[in-house]
């Protein structure tokens, strides 16, 4: 039987090599408890270029899923242990929400139409007979990949659009698409958690004559610099987001209103320190806050925030004010 299995070896080495598959790579996972059947898939399979790991039971399976991700899930119907591949796969698109972040391919014997239909209807992304040639095994495995591939490649794009819309590109800091999406959820955190959070808003002070007086792309590196304070300033968990023109605006979680009057004071003492474009820059700060469980919504800590500014510019400018 050594010699049989061998020999199919030497066989299907010689044939992989003979037959130009278009060349994807990808880590499958073989879910198969017959020795001989999971020694020549596999084989099958590394010889057109796969990485394979095979083990015998569901449960192993779902280990190494916990832990590893792969590219393609090959599942035996009928497996070792308790769980059949239809629980196997029943199992995995229950934690899962997209088909294509690990595509399921089944192999079985199964001549009954409606297990079939049960199988694919359960989440496996496609179903293989075991009697079916190596070019169909191939074919199949190829087209869950490269879809997988088109996916991922659809999600990258995706998120990249999303960074770039919620991204502020002359000072990367956050834009106020991003406020106005982050914040709701952060207050809504902070009323459920019973933490303060609060908001300033800094508008440059006369900055139209900042760009009328040294030219444009000289107010452009004072926003720039602006940005790379506040940043610096806060916290990792702080929202900082240029929200328009020459206005910043930055969400503190675990503040309250002192310490929000303190950190705006702060941040005006180090932006006159600053001197962006060696020019001497100030901002009027409004502060905000919300605590202990006060109902407000953003659009009401907005609109106080910047009443509060205007407050500050008819103070003198340079300011913070409540
Ligand atoms: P105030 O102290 O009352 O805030 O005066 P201000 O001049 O700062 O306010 P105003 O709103 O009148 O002018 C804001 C200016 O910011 C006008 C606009 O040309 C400039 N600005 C807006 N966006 C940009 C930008 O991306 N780059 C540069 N360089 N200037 C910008
Ligand atoms: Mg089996
Ligand atoms: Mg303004
Ligand atoms: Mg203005
Ligand atoms: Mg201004």
Redo the contacts with the bound molecule.
Sequence with gaps: RKDQLNKLLEHITSWAQKIKLEHIHGNILYVEDNKATALVVSEQLKHSGYTVQQVTSGTAALDLLDTQKFDLLMVDYILEGSMTGLELVQEVRLNQSQPFEHPILVLSGQEDDNKKVEILRSGANDYLDKRASYDEMMVRVNNLIRTKRLFEQVQYQQEKLQHLAMTDQ?TSLHNRHYLFEAAPQKLSEAQRHQFPVALIIA???????I?DSHG?????Q??KETGVLLRKLCRKEDIVARF???EFVILLSHCNQAQALDKAESIRAALLELKPAQLRVSA?FGVACLEGGNQQNFNDLFSDADTAVYLA?NNG?NRVEL
């Design positions: 002359l508008d440059l002070d006369k900055f139209k004559s760009n444009h792309a000289t107010g452009d004072v926003l328009g023109g020459e009027s510019k400018r």
